[in-house]
């Protein structure tokens, strides 16, 4: 059997996150995932989901005082410690925020910024990615006569989609997306959903905190339940929805706190 086991491209063991030294947001987590799998990080607010995909590319330690303990492997190396990069990290393990973030440039500039911070310099290659990005990210067709126009004039799902396209130009195997939804539309929302599934599509491992349960349901085929710091149910998103395990996670489905 464990012959069979395919690498996972990240995995948390004993996962841990305090934020003033002493007492732990984060009890000890033990998730791993797969390439082209999504997997929905869904609990109530505060539960510690944006404080555990944080983990996932060292952003945590931007927070002064909070420490992360245990192993965070990335294709099975241990990430979680002084010495990794985490410019480099972050190329390859995107994320995405819950309020649009682009930088006060062009809509091109936008997407080649971290490309050309990582030494792309070739015009073909740069108007490539340029494309690519932000078709896969379904915003070519709106942006693609106004390239050279700011982004901070894009509407704000148009901005959300500019930024998955900025994240996606760093062809990452990971994207975590943080409530990537939660300040758009319904059409919008769908555009970013339907990107989602693409991600996945082309292998790339996605992890979603999300407040929205037909969302999780629509995008994910694994769903980890947080609850007051520690992860309580992971499993395939219909099974866990059907027949939750844990009464907590039962409430919270039904509406009963969250
Ligand atoms: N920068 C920080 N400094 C101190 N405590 C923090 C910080 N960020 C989060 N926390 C605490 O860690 C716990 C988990 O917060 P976190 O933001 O991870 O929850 P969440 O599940 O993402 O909630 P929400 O659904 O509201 O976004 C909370 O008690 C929160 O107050
Ligand atoms: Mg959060």
Same mark, same amino acid.
């Given at each position: 059997?464990?012959?069979?086991r395919?690498?996972?491209?990240?995995e948390?063991?004993g996962?841990?996150?305090?934020?003033?030294?002493?007492?732990e947001?984060?009890?000890?987590?033990?998730?791993?995932? *797969?390439?082209?799998? $999504?997997?929905?990080?869904?609990g109530?607010?505060?539960?510690g989901?944006?404080t555990f995909?944080?983990?996932?590319?060292?952003?945590n330690?931007e927070?002064?005082?909070?420490r992360v303990?245990?192993?965070i492997?990335?294709?099975? *190396?241990n990430?979680?410690?002084?010495? @990794?990069?985490?410019?480099?990290?972050r190329?390859?393990?995107?994320m995405?925020?819950?309020?649009? $973030?682009?930088?006060?440039?062009s809509?091109?500039?936008?997407?080649?910024?971290?490309?050309?911070r990582?030494?792309?310099?070739d015009?073909?290659?740069?108007?490539?990615?340029?494309?690519?990005?932000?078709?896969r990210?379904?915003?070519?067709?709106?942006?693609?006569?106004?390239?050279?126009?700011s982004a901070?004039?894009?509407?704000?799902?148009?901005?959300?989609?500019?930024?998955?396209? =900025?994240?996606l130009?760093m =062809?990452?195997d990971?994207?975590?997306?943080?409530?990537?939804?939660?300040?758009?539309?319904?059409?919008?929302?769908?555009?970013? *959903?339907?990107?989602? =599934?693409?991600m996945?599509?082309?292998?790339?491992? @996605?992890?979603?905190?999300t407040?929205?349960?037909?969302?999780?349901? =629509?995008?994910?085929?694994r769903?980890?339940f947080?609850?007051?710091?520690?992860?309580?149910?992971?499993?395939? $998103?219909?099974?866990?929805?059907?027949?939750?395990?844990?009464?907590?996670? *039962?409430?919270y489905? $039904?509406?009963?706190?969250?």
């Open positions: 059997m464990s012959d069979d395919v690498t996972p491209v990240l948390t063991r996962c841990t996150v305090s934020y003033d030294l002493t007492h947001a984060l009890h000890p987590v033990d998730l791993s995932f *797969e390439q082209g799998g $999504t997997t929905a990080l869904i109530p607010s505060g539960c989901k944006s995909l944080r983990c996932l590319n060292l952003m330690r927070i002064p005082r909070c303990g245990g192993d492997l990335y294709h099975g *190396e990430v979680n410690s002084t010495d @990794v990069d985490t410019f480099e990290l190329k390859s393990i995107g995405v925020f819950q309020q649009p $973030t682009p930088f006060r440039k809509i091109r500039e936008n997407v080649l910024f971290a490309p050309k990582h030494g792309v310099t015009k073909a290659v740069l108007d490539e990615l340029l494309e690519t990005s932000l078709r990210a379904a915003i070519w067709d709106e942006v693609k006569d106004k390239l050279s126009r901070l004039a894009l509407s704000g799902g148009q901005q959300q989609r500019l930024c998955i396209a =900025r994240t130009a =062809r990452p990971v994207v975590l997306l943080d409530e990537p939804c939660s300040a758009l539309d319904p059409i919008s929302t769908f555009s970013v *959903e339907e990107t989602i =599934r693409d996945a599509a082309d292998g790339i491992c @996605v992890v979603i905190v407040h929205n349960m037909e969302q999780a349901a =629509r995008v994910s085929d769903t980890a947080f609850y007051m710091g520690q992860m309580v149910e992971c499993g395939p $998103t219909e099974r866990l929805f059907a027949s939750p395990a844990d009464s907590r996670l *039962e409430d489905l $039904t509406g009963r706190f969250g």
